[in-house]
């Protein structure tokens, strides 16, 4: 099949059984072909377990739903950017465009993460007194020494940053 179309497959078996995105073909073509797993799509209680969504947020950013030309994978590929609009994925530029917007003036290499050194060039660039060093452990939540979309938005709202920028922006 197309590659939109196992791309849609693959994505909907791992928002709905909750594993990590397979690359492989036939892993979907094993996961749908189980008679569990109607049920399984039947049960679904709209949410996105967080193995599945990265898979998830880089499908929608990807393919549009007119993207995929089989009547059946549309269908699923339209359900799934409904899912990702409604934040059961976490953050996306459409559900927060705001912050989208200032993450993605920092992310000076465009990679969808922000190290240490675009922390640093930022926080300059504001005048802030506050370092880097300081702020990264408090965004990354994780610890894997960047700060992707999701920390960034979850983190400035636990710190309380996100109220300063609100009402400064």
């Not at 898979?55 to 799934?80: G, N, R």
């Not at 965004?139 to 960047?146: K, S």
């Amino acid at each position: 099949p197309p590659e939109t179309v196992k791309e849609t497959v693959l994505v909907l078996v791992a928002v709905v059984t909750g594993v990590k995105k397979s690359d492989e073909w036939i892993n979907g073509v094993k996961a749908i072909s189980d008679p569990g797993f109607v049920k399984l799509i039947q049960e679904h209680d709209g949410t996105v377990p967080s193995k599945a969504a990265p898979a998830l947020k880089k499908y929608v950013a990807t393919y549009k739903v007119e993207d995929v030309k089989s009547k059946s994978a549309a269908f699923i590929a339209e359900w799934l950017h409904e899912l990702a609009g409604s934040g059961a994925a976490g953050p996306t530029k459409d559900t927060n465009p705001r912050e989208w917007a200032v993450f993605e003036q920092i992310d000076l290499n465009g990679n969808g993460s922000l190290d240490m050194d675009e922390v640093k060039f930022a926080l300059e660039k504001l005048g802030e007194e506050t370092t880097a060093d300081k702020l990264l452990p408090q965004l990354d939540l994780n610890g894997d020494g960047v700060i992707t979309f999701d920390e960034f938005v979850t983190g400035f709202a636990k710190s309380g940053l996100g109220k300063v920028t609100a009402e400064s922006g």
